[in-house]
């Protein structure tokens, strides 16, 4: 067997230095270098272990609440890896510099929106199945989708992060959130478009039927988006628990009012 190439000093001592940023160990870096080269610039050589895995959880969680709160260019990475109580060198190793961070900030983002709109396109896809549904069914498709987004985004383990994300995206989108956007967002509006064209007899990619559908997902929307407008006025902490109910049946009344249901028809029962 031939001799094994040896690293660069400084190579070795960049994934020492990250190492050193994912435990307490203090690594001797004479040691380091008289040891066989291994492929440091692979994540999952030393990425991939427990403590590695632990660093880059870290590493996400503070990004994502800063790059959140104060947007791209208002985050810088030594910030963000004292947030993570990891040191610098780490983010250049696990993700390559920050975009890539953020990129993966966005990829967290991703699953946890998923459980707000997937229900809500499988019920709707159900539904429509055999052609649009009875007024009655439409109702309580409209009730359930008001309920079960206000639910998830208001008493769910949606972090404020996400939100705050979602709602800086929409005011000021980056190239990087289009996959969100396609993924996520645009598959929901769809979904409530369907009900919305056939509550109101509109033709499904009419400009009137997008403008409705959008109004309709706002009406539900604004309790996340600007929920301290009404919090201020009620003087409630938050949304939860009994406080929930009422959030959920004032808008259940708005939605259906504008799909022109009877505000006082009852819709029907649509079990999540």
Same mark, same amino acid.
């Given at each position: 067997?031939?001799? %094994?190439?040896?690293?660069?000093?400084?190579?070795? %001592?960049?994934?020492?230095?990250?190492l /050193?940023?994912?435990?307490?160990?203090?690594?001797?870096?004479?040691?380091?270098?008289?040891s066989?080269?291994?492929?440091?610039?692979? !994540?999952? %050589?030393i990425?991939?272990?427990?403590?590695? /895995?632990?660093?880059?959880?870290? @590493?996400?969680?503070?990004?994502?609440?800063?790059?959140?709160? *104060?947007?791209?260019? &208002?985050?810088?990475?030594?910030?963000?890896?004292?947030?993570?109580?990891?040191?610098?060198?780490?983010?250049?190793?696990?993700f390559?510099?920050?975009?890539e961070?953020?990129?993966?900030?966005?990829?967290?983002?991703?699953?946890?929106?998923?459980?707000?709109?997937?229900p809500?396109?499988?019920?709707?896809?159900?539904?429509?199945?055999?052609?649009? !549904?009875d007024?009655?069914?439409?109702?309580? +498709?409209?009730?359930?989708?008001t309920?079960?987004?206000?639910?998830?985004? +208001?008493?769910?383990?949606? !972090?404020?992060?996400? /939100?705050?994300?979602?709602?800086?995206?929409?005011?000021?989108?980056?190239?990087d959130?289009?996959p969100?956007?396609?993924?996520?967002?645009? !598959?929901?509006?769809r979904?409530?478009?369907?009900?919305?064209?056939?509550?109101?007899?509109?033709?499904?990619?009419?400009?009137?039927? #997008?403008?409705?559908?959008?109004?309709?997902? &706002?009406? #539900?929307?604004?309790?996340?988006?600007?929920r301290?407008?009404?919090?201020? /006025?009620?003087?409630?902490?938050?949304?939860?628990?009994? *406080? +929930?109910?009422?959030?959920?049946?004032?808008?259940?009344?708005?939605?259906?009012?504008? @799909?022109?249901?009877?505000?006082?028809?009852?819709?029907?029962?649509?079990?999540?």
């Amino acid at each position: 067997m031939g001799r %094994q190439p040896w690293a660069p000093l400084a190579t070795l %001592q960049g994934a020492a230095i990250a190492l /050193q940023g994912d435990s307490n160990t203090c690594l001797n870096y004479a040691t380091v270098y008289i040891s066989p080269m291994r492929h440091v610039s692979e !994540p999952q %050589q030393i990425g991939g272990t427990a403590r590695g /895995q632990d660093a880059r959880h870290r @590493l996400v969680e503070a990004a994502a609440r800063l790059f959140a709160s *104060r947007g791209y260019d &208002g985050v810088g990475v030594r910030e963000i890896a004292k947030a993570a109580e990891a040191n610098v060198a780490a983010v250049s190793y696990h993700f390559g510099g920050k975009r890539e961070l953020y990129l993966a900030t966005l990829d967290r983002l991703m699953d946890e929106m998923r459980p707000i709109g997937g229900p809500v396109i499988e019920r709707i896809d159900q539904a429509f199945e055999g052609g649009p !549904p009875d007024r009655g069914e439409l109702s309580a +498709l409209a009730a359930f989708v008001t309920r079960h987004i206000l639910m998830t985004m +208001l008493a769910g383990d949606l !972090p404020a992060w996400a /939100q705050q994300t979602v709602l800086r995206e929409f005011q000021e989108p980056t190239a990087d959130y289009r996959p969100m956007l396609d993924e996520r967002v645009l !598959p929901l509006h769809r979904a409530v478009r369907r009900i919305v064209a056939a509550s109101l007899g509109l033709p499904l990619e009419s400009d009137e039927a #997008i403008l409705a559908a959008h109004g309709v997902l &706002g009406q #539900i929307m604004v309790f996340a988006a600007a929920r301290i407008v009404a919090l201020e /006025q009620l003087e409630w902490p938050d949304f939860e628990d009994e *406080r +929930l109910e009422p959030v959920i049946a004032v808008t259940t009344r708005a939605v259906l009012g504008a @799909l022109g249901f009877n505000s006082e028809m009852e819709p029907r029962q649509c079990v999540s």
